[in-house]
């Protein structure tokens, strides 16, 4: 029996997650609703507070759902060696659910945002799991790994912005080239 709700209430929370990472994504934190939330996942409103708290602490288990996919998708299966970096960015700029990340960036730029801090969080933990793959041999000289990681995550989210905003605009492969041309070689294979 207790295993029984256990399983309900673990399901309740990824309807939830889902379906508030979906509406974020479509219409922001701020313009999101617990009714929306609650009618998308099929599930009583009541359900949002008594697993999260309130609302912040449910956008806190979205980011912290998509980073953990974003950070599962970058590390290789054990035992098989990594695709290219360049690679997994592009492929992680394709997935449906990363608008959520674009759409969220624009409130949390603003001081006052109830999710600047969160956010915050999740940019610091990208550039952690980006350093950790690049060898500071590979970085030219004087280049530090901290500095060329803010370039290189800036540069994925400015891109991913534009993809987003305009993708007949943006061509993600070439986009993907002029990037491993300007990359020193090694870090292609890092």
């Known amino acids: 029996m207790a295993t029984r709700r ?37 599930i009583s409103r009541g359900s949002i507070p008594w697993h999260f708290g309130n609302k912040l602490g449910l956008l806190e288990a979205v980011l912290d759902d998509r980073l953990h ?3 599962t998708a970058l590390a290789p299966p054990a035992g098989e060696r990594p695709s290219s970096p360049l690679d997994q960015i592009t492929d992680f700029i394709r997935q449906p659910v990363t608008r959520l990340f674009i759409t969220l960036l624009a409130e949390a730029v603003e001081v006052d945002s109830p999710i600047r801090e969160h956010y915050a969080r999740l940019h610091a933990a990208l550039r952690q799991a980006v ?17 060329f990681t803010v370039l290189l995550v800036g540069t994925v989210i400015g891109v991913h912005a534009q993809w987003r905003i305009a ?22 294979q890092a």
Request: aromatic share 4%.
């Open 167 to 188: 993708p007949e605009a943006v061509n993600l492969e070439a986009v993907q080239a002029t990037i491993r041309t300007l990359l020193p070689a090694s870090l292609e």
């Open 6 to 42: 256990i399983q309900r209430t673990e399901e309740s929370r990824r309807l939830l997650v889902t379906a508030a990472a979906e509406l974020f994504a479509e219409k922001g934190y701020r313009q999101t609703s617990f009714i929306d939330i609650a009618e998308k996942a099929g």
């Open 131 to 147: 350093q950790a793959r690049i060898p500071a041999e590979a970085l030219p000289a004087e280049t530090t790994p901290e500095a």
């Open 69 to 71: 996919a974003v950070l």
